[in-house]
């Protein structure tokens, strides 16, 4: 199986700040790399796909980068409701994997 | 828009089978991979695999041995069978629509639309 880690685990930051985090491929799985977002007691939500492509509805405050091994999402200006668990996941081959997720957390 | 809603039992004995059902409403269940993930508590979201709407399906090499998918397209439902639980399959169950997406005739798979998930306990 792919692993998929990410990093940091959690962040403090404040409204407004730029966020970034990190997930990393075990192997390379081109730009099948998607990005979700999860709150407390709900089910995740895509935000993006394609590693860099941003699911319809999705403020364009996220952005996403990265190909092979490695990749970012980036969330530009921080506001009260992107506080959540991000989580990457890979669907280059099966099994998908999900990484163990960033928790954005206020400062 | 599509809405998805997870059913059964939140409470399974131990050795005793797991079922769970999702209703898919609003929406088209054909040409998409109907998909069960779940999440433990404390842990990261696993995928248990999919149904496509042939019936064709593809399980995590984990718990192959255990799950058996199946999709009822006259019902809009699909469903999930997860034998000789144990506590460690305690943990809240998601079904979701698995969708190809395209980016410059790139193909994609993402899971696209959620359920609101159904916390199962396997305890006696």
């Known amino acids: 199986d792919i692993q998929m880690t990410q990093s940091p685990s959690s962040l403090s930051a404040s409204v407004g700040e730029r966020v970034t985090m990190t997930c990393r491929a075990s192997e390379g799985i081109s730009r099948s790399l998607n990005w979700y977002q999860q709150k407390p007691g709900r089910a995740p939500k895509l935000l993006i796909y394609g590693a860099s492509t941003l699911q319809s509805g999705v403020p364009s405050r996220f952005s996403g980068s990265g190909s092979g091994t490695d990749f970012t999402l980036t969330i530009s200006s921080l506001q009260p409701e992107d506080f959540a668990t991000y989580s990457c996941?890979?669907?280059?081959?099966?099994?998908?994997?999900f990484g163990q997720g960033t928790r954005v957390e206020m400062k | 828009q599509v809405q998805l809603q997870e059913s059964g039992p939140g409470l399974v004995r131990p050795s005793q089978t797991l079922s769970l059902t999702c209703t898919v409403s609003?929406?088209?269940?054909?040409?998409?991979?109907w998909s069960w993930i779940r999440q433990s508590p404390g842990k990261e979201l696993e995928w248990i695999g999919y149904v496509y709407s042939s019936g064709t399906t593809n399980y995590n090499p984990s718990l192959q041995s255990r799950v058996t998918m199946s999709i009822d397209t006259s019902r809009n439902q699909f469903s999930l069978r997860l034998s000789s639980v144990t506590a460690a399959d305690t943990a809240v169950f998601y079904c979701?629509?698995?969708?190809?997406?395209?980016?410059?005739?790139?193909?994609?798979?993402?899971?696209?639309?959620w359920g609101q998930g159904t916390a199962v306990t396997v305890s006696s």
């Open positions: 609003g929406g088209s269940i054909s040409g998409h991979y």
């Open positions: 979701a629509r698995g969708s190809p997406l395209y980016v410059m005739s790139i193909v994609y798979y993402v899971l696209d639309v």
């Open positions: 996941q890979h669907s280059y081959i099966t099994p998908w994997t």
